[in-house]
Each structure stands twice: as structure tokens, then as C-alpha cells.
């Protein structure tokens, strides 16, 4: 959560971090503020978005050669004014901060008793204020960053100026990301290498304790015992037109039909025609996934209902034990760890806390190897894993996630193949037949895609609702699950997902006209079952609407609208039957005129508990 920008330049930065910002703007939207050295700081601030800032920039013509600019998910102190970043202390050095610090109000109390004036409520106007107390004595930025960072307990992401130093930008990191973009004569730090793209590719990424004292010409990074390191220059695969809208009205929109050439990518990623690598997952892949004896799963939101997928797929492809957690509630938990279980993370931005801190918990347990599904390279979460695998779903804008998940489907797949084959479950045959079906998905999805007007159609009976009930059974339960999560988060409806038998158990008493149910009922072993369960709905006059496989049998009659997908795609199906409810909250949410891709409350990455 927050988007943090700096650059140092011999042209005037501010369009440079006026773009950044609005491209790390997924990062959090309470509020956004920059500074600038020019004759001494210039900040400007406003609550709200980007624009707004811009807008208020324009009216002032703030310029300047260096600065530091910030976008907001509030912590510590509600999205005011006074809390936005970027934080000052005596009118002469700015901060702005990533993170959380968990000692600020020892600090806070400490640096009162030293005379500092606080103007916001945020645990981030501790550190410049520490900073500034440091300076006075060393008058050198570099070593009094340093001195700061020593006392802070938690996780940060800072970008440092000062008036005294007008070609001097320091950044330090510890539990959130930042890297540094290499230019020419100029250089930058962001939050994320999408923010910089439209200045440079080249970018360095930070470890956990480094500090960098950046200038015009050179950049020296210290590690966190403040030995001078190099850390390698990477040259992004991304361009700035990844990011960009195009013709779509919505990032959401956007990367929802980006899928077919997502899934595409990911699959090229080592997929031959007969089998997949298992070097895939990493070097030492083939050894470390041929004697694990189970996989447990760490993920938090859509990637949870990622990870629930899996559970199917790897106990019956590879006959593995397998089972998903959800990464908040087993990162507290003294859980029974079994050293060879697998521990399975997943993420679209690799930054989660809780996930990170699971996986953290699980190596603490014992449990000896781990892999991450990541859509983020040199995230902190591929970092921290044994092995990995990089979804290629491209940057993903919206807050709600669409083609990560439907590429982590992709891995995930491809993992259980590759364990099916390693525990000797899988033949090179079935291997083969798996693969030429997997090359069919970017079709169906497309085909899914196709069915967007009627989707849209029955998206206007939802606008007026105030709850929804989703419904699935065995693979496509959590499918279910993931299509409740996207409509609330988008549109604000209230929607629950159930497995379909479970509904007689509770939930029926909530059906009635006005509670429109969705059932995702693929061509599979279960259909009769969930036939009858639908039924059950009918019964108590609630309105059914089917997602169901073209050669299933369904007919149409009241009380039951139906979409027909391609036909059933096996194991595949729950990939297919996740587009039509992307696309079901998103024209829920265009009906009810919400703000899409920045809904309200949420952030993109959650890098706090
Ligand atoms: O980056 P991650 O996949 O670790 O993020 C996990 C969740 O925060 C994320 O999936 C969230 O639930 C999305 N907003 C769902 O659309």
C-alpha cells in the first residue's frame, strides 16, 4: 500500500513524478502529495487522486530538478491534508514512506521531548523528524538516514531529500519494495518498475536493510551493515504502453480480455509439445518436487480461491495430500508441520504481508522447500521462496484481480502435471493430451469472453439488488467463491459463494425473489447433483441465473436465465468459467457507477496486516 516516487535530474522532475504517481496510484488513493528542491522545499499536497494534485501543481507551476512524491493507502491518521505524504521536518527535509513503524510512539514521545513539532497523526512523521535530529549532528543526509533507520521497528520504503543537498536523493528499504531506475545524467527510485518505465527499463533492486545515496552521476548502495554493495542492474521486459489504457474504459475491462494472450505467455514459459519442464519452477525443481510428500497453499484473497482450485487439481492429477490456507490465519498458528509438505505461496504482487509472513511462520515450523507463484519479478515473496514461477500476466492495474488469477490457474496446472509425472501418476501420454488441451484455453476463454452483451444484460438486473448468492460444486466451489469476491469489491453488492449442497445446510432461508442466485454449472460428474440443488432455489422462488457448458442439458424457464460457454473443458473448466463472472461485477459495477479499478477502501498491494 502507497506508491512512492523520486527522481533526480537535470530536467525539471515533476511531469516525471506526476506520471509515476498516477501509474503507482493502484498502490493507494487516499491522497497524494510531492516536494521539490527549488530555492529551499516546495510541497504540495491534496486529498483524493492524482488529478487533483496535478491540477493543483498546474494552477502553482511547481518545478524543480529533484523531488519525491507520494500516493496514500491511510494506516496511521484518516486520508487528511496534514496526513499526506510527503512528511517535513523544519521546512528543510522530506520524507516519503512505504510501510509501517511499529515503535512510533516511542519515537513520537522521544522526539517531543527534543522539542519537534508534530502537524500529522502518521508513524511516518517520525522518521523524518529522526532524520532531521541526526542531521544536526553529522550535517551529512547519508549518515544521519542511516542513524534513523537503525531505531525503526516495522517495515519502510523511504525516499529522503533536503534543501542542503539539491542533487542528492537517499533511499532506504526493510520489508517493502523499492528499487532504483538507472537513466542517463538521471536516475529515480519508485515502488515498482511500472512507474518509471515511461524514463527508463534499467532498474536495481533493493534488499532488505540497503540504503542508496543517489545522484545525477552515480549511485553507491550500502547493505545494512553499511558495506558498500552492488546489487545487479535488471533491464525490465515491461513497456510503458502495458500500463496505459488503450481503448478500454477500465483497467479491469482491460486485463479481463487480456486474458487469452496472458494465459498464452505463461504457458510458452517452458511448456514443450510433449511435456512440461519442470525447470520451470526453478533450478532445482525436478529434485525438490520428486520427493516432497504433500503441498500446503499460502495465499490471501483471489489468490486463496487460486490456491482452492489447486487443491482438486494436484490430489487427483498427482495423488498428493494438498491443502490451501488461508496465509492470515496460519501465519498465527501453530500448525503440525510436516518438513517435506511443500509450501506453496501465491501471489499477483509477491508483497503481501501476510503472505510473506506465512511463509516466514512455515519456515519457522521446519517445513524445508518452498515455491512461488508470483506475477512480480525479484518481489520480496520470490525472493524469499526456494523455487518459483513467474505468471506472465503483464502488470494488472485494477485493484480487482482478473488475469492474475486466471494465470496462477495456468501454473498451478502446470504444477500438478509435473508432480502427477514426478510421483509417477501422471503418463507421458495423459501428459501430452493435458498439454494440447491446455493449448485450447486462450480459445475458450475468448469464446467466454464473446458472451460480454448478454453478461451485461443480466449485470442491470443485479444494479438494483443488495445481495447475491453464488453457488458451485467441487473445483468450481471456489470459482464460485472468487465471482462473490469480485462482485462486492467492485460493485458493493453484498454476495456470498457456497458449495451448491451445502445450501440446504443454512443459506436457503435467505432465498427469495429478491435475492438473484448464481450457479456455475459446468458439464462435470456433479451437474445432476447440482441440478437438484438448484432446484431447491426454484422452489423458494429464488432467480437462477446458470453459467453452463454448451452441451450440457438446460433449457431455459422462468426463474432460470442461462449462458451457455464453450463446451466442457475438463479440469480446465474452472478457467473458463471464472470470465463470465469477472464480467458479470464488472458491468454490475459500470450499472452502479462505481469507481472500478480504485474502489473504495482498498489497495491494490496489502502490505500491512
Ligand atoms: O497480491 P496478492 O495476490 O497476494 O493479493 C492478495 C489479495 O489482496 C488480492 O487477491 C485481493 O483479494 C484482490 N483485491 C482481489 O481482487
Known amino acids: 500500500m502507497c506508491g512512492i516516487i523520486g527522481a533526480v535530474a537535470q530536467r525539471n522532475v515533476v511531469p516525471i513524478l506526476l506520471e509515476g504517481l498516477r501509474r503507482l496510484e493502484y498502490r493507494g488513493y487516499d491522497s497524494a502529495g510531492l516536494v521539490v528542491i527549488n530555492k529551499g522545499l516546495q510541497r504540495v499536497r491534496s486529498t483524493g487522486r492524482v488529478a487533483e494534485l496535478a491540477a493543483q501543481i498546474g494552477r502553482q507551476k511547481t518545478h524543480g530538478h529533484l523531488g519525491i512524491a507520494h500516493t496514500r493507502w491511510a494506516t496511521h491518521g484518516g486520508p487528511t491534508e496534514d496526513n499526506a505524504h510527503p512528511h517535513v521536518s523544519t521546512n528543510s527535509i522530506a520524507v516519503v514512506h512505504n510501510g509501517i513503524i511499529e515503535n512510533h510512539e516511542a519515537l513520537r514521545t522521544r522526539l517531543k521531548s527534543l522539542g519537534y513539532d508534530f502537524a500529522s497523526e502518521t508513524d511516518t512523521e517520525v522518521i523524518v523528524h529522526l532524520i532531521h535530529f541526526y542531521y544536526q549532528a553529522s550535517r551529512d543526509l547519508l549518515v544521519a538516514v542511516r542513524a534513523a533507520v537503525a531505531e525503526l521497528q516495522g517495515a519502510y520504503a523511504i525516499g529522503v531529500v533536503s534543501a542542503e543537498a539539491p542533487h542528492q ?55 545494512a551493515e553499511g558495506r558498500p554493495v552492488e546489487r545487479g542492474e535488471h533491464v525490465s521486459e515491461l513497456s510503458a504502453d502495458m500500463a496505459e489504457l488503450g481503448n478500454y474504459r477500465h483497467f479491469m475491462q482491460k486485463e479481463i480480455h487480456e486474458q487469452p494472450r496472458a494465459i498464452a505467455d505463461t504457458l510458452l514459459a517452458g511448456v514443450t509439445t510433449h511435456s512440461v519442464l519442470p525447470g520451470i519452477f526453478g533450478p532445482q525443481a525436478e529434485d525438490v518436487l520428486g520427493k516432497i510428500n504433500g503441498v500446503r497453499i499460502l495465499a490471501c484473497g483471489t489468490s486463496f480461491h487460486a490456491a482452492k482450485v489447486a487443491e482438486y487439481w494436484i490430489e487427483s492429477l498427482a495423488g498428493l495430500p494438498c491443502r490451501a490456507e488461508v496465509a492470515s490465519e496460519y501465519r498465527y498458528r501453530n500448525s503440525v508441520a510436516d ?38 519479478p525479484e518481489s520480496a515473496l520470490v525472493r524469499a521462496s526456494e523455487l518459483k514461477f513467474l505468471t506472465r500476466a503483464g502488470p494488472e492495474i485494477g485493484v480487482a484481480s482478473t488475469k492474475a488469477f486466471t494465470t496462477q490457474l495456468v501454473a498451478l496446472f502446470l504444477l500438478a502435471l509435473v508432480l502427477g509425472r514426478l510421483h509417477g501418476r501422471v503418463s507421458v501420454a495423459q501428459e501430452k493430451s493435458w498439454l494440447d488441451q491446455l493449448r485450447e484455453l486462450p480459445g475458450l476463454v475468448g469464446q467466454a469472453l464473446a458472451l460480454e452483451p448478454e453478461i451485461s444484460a443480466w449485470a442491470e438486473r443485479f444494479a438494483d439488488k443488495h445481495h447475491a448468492l453464488f453457488l458451485g460444486r467441487g473445483a ?38 429478491d435475492m438473484p442466485v448464481v450457479a456455475v454449472a459446468p458439464n462435470d460428474t456433479l451437474l445432476e447433483k447440482l441440478k437438484s440443488n438448484l432446484q431447491e ?14 452441451d450440457s442439458h438446460f433449457s431455459e424457464q422462468d426463474g432460470l436465465h442461462l449462458l451457455r460457454l464453450p463446451s466442457h473443458a475438463g479440469p480446465l473448466s474452472p478457467i473458463v468459467h471464472t470470465v463470465p463472472l469477472q464480467l458479470l461485477a464488472y458491468h454490475a459495477a459500470l450499472c452502479k457507477g462505481t469507481d472500478v479499478d480504485k474502489p473504495r477502501n482498498l489497495a491494490k498491494s496489502v502490505t500491512v496486516e
Request: proline share 4%; with cysteine.
Open 169 to 223: 536523493l537517499i533511499a532506504a528499504r526493510r520489508g517493502s519494495p523499492l528499487l532504483i531506475g538507472v537513466g542517463i545524467e538521471e536516475n529515480f527510485i519508485a515502488s515498482d518498475v511500472s512507474a518509471l518505465l515511461p524514463v527508463t527499463q534499467r532498474v536495481i533492486y533493493l534488499e532488505d536493510g540497503d540504503i542508496a545515496d543517489i545522484g545525477l552521476l552515480g549511485i553507491r548502495i550500502f547493505d
Open 339 to 376: 518438513p517435506d509438505t511443500l509450501i506453496l505461496t501465491l501471489s499477483q504482487s509477491g508483497e503481501t504481508r501476510d503472505t510473506i509472513d506465512a511463509l516466514i511462520q512455515a519456515k519457522k515450523l521446519g517445513h524445508k522447500h518452498s515455491l512461488a507463484i508470483c506475477n512480480v
Open 476 to 513: 468450481h466451489y471456489p470459482i464460485a467463491l472468487e465471482g462473490a469476491l469480485k462482485l462486492k469489491e467492485i460493485s458493493y453488492i453484498h454476495a456470498e459463494a457456497y458449495p451448491a449442497g451445502e445450501l440446504k445446510h443454512g443459506p436457503l432461508a435467505l432465498v427469495d425473489k
Open 537 to 550: 432455489v426454484r422452489a423458494r422462488g429464488g432467480e437462477l441465473y446458470v453459467f453452463a457448458d454448451q
